[in-house]
T-cell receptor, first 114, second 113 residues
Framework: GAGVSQSPRYKVAKRGQDVALRCDPI?????LFWYQQALGQGPEFLTY????????KSGLPSDRFFAERPEGSVSTLKIQRTQQEDSAVYLC????????????FGPGTRLTVT | KNQVEQSPQSLIILEGKNCTLQ??????????LRWYKQDTGRGPVSLTI?????NTKSNGRYTATLDADTKQSSLHITASQLSDSASYIC????????????FGKGTSLLVTP
C-alpha cells in the first residue's frame, strides 16, 4: 500500500514569503507528526495530531509556524514570513494508533529560504 | 540540549565486515528506544523498537541491545552490505504516551567495496 507522501519535495522561498507543506498520511492512521530536521542533525519534534485534534504543539519554534489537520487525514504545515533559519527538511510521520506505536515517515520536504 | 548522544559520528567499513554503533541517553522517564535507518533524501525507517523490559532485538542482520540501567544501547550490523550505507538514528521516547521522540544526531555509515 501507499506510504506517507509529502509535497512538494523541494521548496525554495524568498525570505518573508509564506509556505505551505502538505502531508498525506497512510490511510486510516490516527496519529500524525511533524518534525524539523536541520542539516546534519536528527529530526526534532514540532507537533502531534490525533485525528483532527492537535494534542501537542510544544515543538513549534515560533508563532509563525502553524499546522492543521481539519478532517483528520491530510495535514498542512504553514510557515509565515519565512526566515533563513527555517531552512530544513520537514518530515511528516503517521502511526496507526496512539501512544507507543510504530511511526512511518514520509520522504520530507526540503525547504530552502534565500 | 540533546538528551541522546550517538557515537561514532561517522564510520567507514569494508563490505562484509561487522560494526557496532553506540547510543547513550539521559531521557527520563524512559518509555522505549528505537533505531532508525535514514537513506539520503529519504525519511527514517524503523529497524527496531525496544521497551524497558527488552534487552535485545534483532531484525535480519541488525541486532539492537539495550541496558536501561546504564542508559546505553547499541546497534550491531553483521556482514555489512553496500546498501547499509545510511545514517542510523537512535530515538528515545520519554513520555507516558510513548509518542514524544528524542532523536540523536545519527551515525553516518559508509560501506565500501
Amino acid at each position: 500500500g501507499a506510504g506517507v507522501s509529502q509535497s512538494p519535495r523541494y521548496k525554495v522561498a524568498k525570505r518573508g514569503q509564506d509556505v505551505a507543506l502538505r502531508c498525506d498520511p497512510i490511510s486510516g492512521h490516527v496519529s500524525l507528526f511533524w518534525y524539523q530536521q536541520a542539516l546534519g542533525q536528527g529530526p526534532e519534534f514540532l507537533t502531534y495530531f490525533q485525528n483532527e485534534a492537535q494534542l501537542d504543539k510544544s515543538g513549534l519554534p515560533s508563532d509563525r509556524f502553524f499546522a492543521e489537520r481539519p478532517e483528520g487525514s491530510v495535514s498542512t504545515l504553514k510557515i509565515q514570513r519565512t526566515q533563513q533559519e527555517d531552512s530544513a527538511v520537514y518530515l511528516c510521520a503517521s502511526s496507526l494508533g496512539t501512544g507507543y506505536r510504530e511511526q512511518y515517515f514520509g520522504p520530507g520536504t526540503r525547504l530552502t529560504v534565500t | 540540549k540533546n538528551q541522546v548522544e550517538q557515537s561514532p559520528q561517522s564510520l567507514i567499513i569494508l563490505e562484509g565486515k561487522n560494526c557496532t554503533l553506540q547510543c547513550n541517553y539521559t531521557v527520563s522517564p524512559f518509555s522505549n528506544l528505537r533505531w532508525y535507518k535514514q537513506d539520503t533524501g529519504r525519511g527514517p525507517v524503523s529497524l527496531t523498537i525496544m521497551t524497558f523490559s527488552e534487552n535485545t532485538k534483532s531484525n535480519g542482520r541488525y541486532t539492537a541491545t539495550l541496558d536501561a540501567d546504564t542508559k546505553q544501547s547499541s546497534l550491531h550490523i553483521t556482514a555489512s552490505q553496500l546498501s547499509d550505507s545510511a545514517s542510523y538514528i537512535c530515538v528515545v521516547s520519554y513520555s507516558n504516551s510513548g509518542y514524544a521522540l528524542n532523536f540523536g544526531k545519527g551515525t553516518s555509515l559508509l560501506v565500501t567495496p
